[in-house]
């Protein structure tokens, strides 16, 4: 496949602009640690459900508590599927409205990009699961399962592997993640919602209504707020719609925006004080009690001879990085972008491998597609397991060729020569900075002269013949 031309446009992956990589990568610094301590969460899930402990394992994880009353009276693993990942939701929410406003997904022309490959990314897989369940005769209801990106697992990986990924490739991972979990949510609002309740539904929708005024009001006051998202989560999960969906309607709702004299937005010091919670303990506990399955010789065989489950290995690990690198070529191809000049389109389908990394919301849309059928769910759950395995050791012998590359481009862009605490890249005096505007100065003029002819060949045509 030939890279696509120039077309003297915006560079795809290029360097970002200071703000933005502050915030990028203290977003990614919390979400690396809640990654190791995820995997760390995994591994001690499968350690407990394959000894001699199981059973206390299982006696745990299905151990009821809450108040029957309020329809409340949940097992520990309902408790952490549908009340922690609420909270995991809540910060993709503030990360979605983020984007929006402030982010890379601002610019509608900037937007394409990440879309497209999220899109494609998401679309993708669910087609190789299709693909080999109806040549296998098998089950469709696992389509979903494969569409999700993991991004703290990723991010994991990245740590244990080492890799300097410049910022830019780690931004785009992270803008592509969440573009992914807005189509995740869309699933599992959409495709795994079987019988709505009314009532409860307008009584979470009253509940929305108030938070988003006590917001435009200005309110203050965490005692208002957590009492009144619990009643919102509690009244959504009676609904019969998925819980998580409260979480991310309240991110959705915080200003992400800043105003003339704030140091930060509401929603940027909220997600700062609630992203350790998320990714530290809630998605953590989840995959305690979710990815706790039987790994034996002959159960992970039967991972490649069942099509469900060869679908959703093959989804993640062929699907995910043929549509996300696909996409972005696509995008790229038909619209006015270009790869940066540090990266090659090998870096891109290295990163689009390592978003073969799905757990989380695919463990949890595993546990919705195949509700009822335990023998079927944990045999999902190891597909995920092993699709995610094989797509972090591709991932990283990928990223590792390139890594002496990788880590030429960090240290130049973390190089502070004279002290400053600002990177040398972003101060006036430096040569680079100078070349770099320079090109984008150059580039607007581009601009400025296409359109120019543009106008002068449009007014030709209207004259008409002299």
């Not at 706790?292 to 159960?299: D, K, L, P, T, Y």
């Amino acid at each position: 496949m030939a890279a696509p031309a120039p077309r003297n446009d915006r560079k795809v992956m290029g360097p970002l602009s200071l703000p933005e990589r502050n915030f990028v990568a203290e977003a990614l610094r919390t979400e690396t640690v809640g990654g190791i301590l995820l995997l760390l969460a995994a591994v001690a899930a499968l350690i407990w459900a394959n000894t001699p402990l199981r059973d206390a394992y299982e006696s745990v994880r299905s151990f009821h508590i809450g108040p029957h009353a309020l329809g409340l009276d949940l097992s520990i693993q309902h408790w952490a599927a549908d009340g922690l990942l609420a909270v995991f939701f809540f910060v993709a929410g503030i990360e979605l409205k983020r984007e929006l406003v402030a982010g890379e997904l601002r610019d509608p022309k900037a937007a394409i990009l990440p879309v497209v490959a999220a899109l494609c990314g998401m679309i993708a897989p669910a087609l190789v699961y299709v693909l080999v369940n109806v040549t296998g005769d098998g089950s469709l209801s696992g389509w979903a399962v494969p569409t999700a990106t993991d991004i703290a697992f990723a991010l994991a990986v990245l740590a244990v592997i080492g890799t300097s990924l410049p910022s830019a490739l780690r931004a785009f991972l992270l803008t592509l993640a969440v573009v992914d979990d807005l189509f995740a949510i869309l699933i599992i609002a959409v495709f795994f919602t079987s019988e709505i309740n009314f009532l409860p539904l307008a009584g979470a929708a009253v509940g929305l209504g108030l938070f988003w005024l006590l917001l435009r009001k200005g309110v203050r006051g965490w005692y208002l707020y957590v009492p009144l998202g619990i009643t919102i989560w509690a009244l959504m999960y009676n609904s019969g719609v998925h819980a998580t969906i409260a979480g991310v309607a309240m991110g959705l709702m915080l200003r992400c925006s800043r105003r003339e004299g704030e140091a930060q937005s509401p929603g940027e010091y909220i997600e700062h004080l609630v992203r350790p919670l998320s990714a530290g303990l809630a998605v953590p506990l989840f995959a305690l009690f979710s990815a706790g399955v039987a790994v034996s010789g002959g159960a992970l065989g039967k991972v490649f001879e069942q099509p469900e489950t060869l679908g959703v290995v093959l989804g993640l690990v062929v699907g995910k990085t043929i549509g996300i690198f696909g996409g972005t070529w696509l995008a790229a191809r038909f619209t006015r972008a270009e790869l940066s000049d540090d990266l090659a389109w090998p870096d891109l389908f290295a990163v689009a491998s390592l978003a073969g990394i799905g757990f989380t919301v695919s463990l949890l849309i595993g546990e919705l597609a195949f509700e009822g059928d335990g023998p079927m769910t944990d045999s999902v759950k190891a597909a995920v397991l092993c699709g995610s395995l094989i797509a972090a050791v591709l991932s990283g012998v990928l990223l590792k060729i390139r890594n002496a590359k990788y880590r030429r481009l960090t240290e130049e862009e973390e190089r502070d020569e004279d002290h400053s605490g600002i990177p040398d890249i972003y101060e006036i005096g430096d040569p680079a900075y100078h070349l770099r505007m320079a090109a984008y100065y150059e580039r607007k003029a581009a601009e400025h002269r296409e359109l120019a002819d543009s106008a002068a060949a449009s007014g030709a045509e209207d004259r008409g013949p002299a």
